[in-house]
């Protein structure tokens, strides 16, 4: 759940950080409706980061790109024989 909270100063930014500190601070908001924090009581999805790659994946992928790199060069050969009129 996401909580809206205004705040007028910046020392009523920081009494409001500090009775909301079990929550998340997701976002601030300076607009001209006024000065907002947003909190949210769930925890935010974080992004998996891989330290390591399997040999068979990196193999997988090399393969592949040998395979469109030579078919990239075949096409291109064709495309300049076709404009060359051969």
Do not use: C, W
Not at 23 to 35: A, C, D, T, V, Y
Not at 49 to 77: G, H, K, R, W
């Amino acid at each position: 759940m996401l909580y809206t909270i205004e705040y007028k100063s910046i020392n009523d930014r920081e009494q409001v950080k500090a009775q909301n500190g079990h929550l998340l601070l997701i976002e601030e908001r300076n607009i001209s409706e006024g000065n907002f924090l947003i909190f949210s009581d769930a925890e935010l999805q974080r992004d998996i980061v891989y330290t390591t790659v399997p040999s068979q994946e990196i193999e997988s992928l090399m393969s592949s790109n040998t395979e469109v790199a030579q078919y990239m060069i075949d096409l291109d050969f064709r495309l300049s024989s076709i404009e060359l009129g051969l």
